[in-house]
């Protein structure tokens, strides 16, 4: 990893949240997860681990802002983003990683946009960066935990369809809108992961 280069960009991130604390401690663990997960699953763990810092990089905005930035940068926004502005944090996130972290990479700025919602058929670092957001150590709300944190290191894409089913299911009992992109990513997940149970049934 280029130390210098992490580390600077980590810098920044702390001073950018230095007056939400737990915002820090929890990217730190994001980014420290998504490495752990990259060397399980081969993937660039440096990558993974500068996608985790950035990921909630524009968290600390205001509903109003995330609309004005979008609205004066061509960043489309979705129904659901209008109605909750908060997950415009996602793409404002990627945009300020692009044009204030200087992050040029795609993949990371990818893993960033889809960091809240996931998509169909997300490439191997979306997906790590999408689990590590979920699963870091400090989180202790959402049901299913220890199952998913095992399954994260063994069935990436299990533990992504139990994320996105029980996300749905959340999100449906508080009433809260749901993007397209969230339910996209569920079904998506669930075929995956269905199909590979079948492929497993016939084979015995
Ligand atoms: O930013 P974090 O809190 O670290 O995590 P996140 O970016 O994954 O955001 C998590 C929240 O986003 C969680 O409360 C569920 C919510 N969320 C995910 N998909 C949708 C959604 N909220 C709405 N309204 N619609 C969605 O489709
Ligand atoms: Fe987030
Ligand atoms: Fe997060």
């Not at 990371?108 to 960066?129: C, D, F, K």
């Not at 399954?151 to 894409?157: L, M, N, S, T």
């Not at 533990?159 to 339910?183: E, H, P």
Request: proline share 2%; net charge negative.
């Amino acid at each position: 990893m280029n130390n210098e280069y992490v580390n600077s960009l980590r810098k920044n991130v702390k001073k950018a949240f230095k007056d939400d604390k737990s915002r820090y401690h929890h990217t730190i663990a994001v980014a420290n997860t998504a490495a752990c997960l990259a060397f399980a699953h081969g993937a660039d763990s440096e990558k993974a681990f500068i996608a985790g810092l950035l990921h909630d990089c524009a968290k600390c905005i205001s509903d109003e802002e995330l609309i004005h930035i979008c609205t004066a940068n061509n960043i489309p926004i979705s129904e659901a983003e209008y109605a909750s502005p908060y997950l415009l944090h996602a793409k404002v996130g990627a945009f300020y990683a692009q044009n204030k972290y200087m992050v040029e990479d795609e993949d990371i700025l990818n893993a960033i946009t889809y960091h809240t919602t996931g998509r169909p058929q997300m490439s191997l670092l979306e997906e790590i960066v999408f689990l590590a957001d979920y699963i870091e150590p400090y989180r202790n709300k959402a049901n299913n935990l220890n199952t998913v944190r095992s399954e994260a290191f063994k069935d990436i894409k299990e533990a992504i369809y139990i994320v996105t089913r029980d996300t749905l299911n959340y999100l449906k009992r508080t009433g809260k809108t749901i993007d397209s992109l969230t339910y996209d990513t569920y079904k998506f997940y669930e075929a995956e992961t269905c199909d590979r149970d079948f492929l497993i049934a016939t084979d015995n």
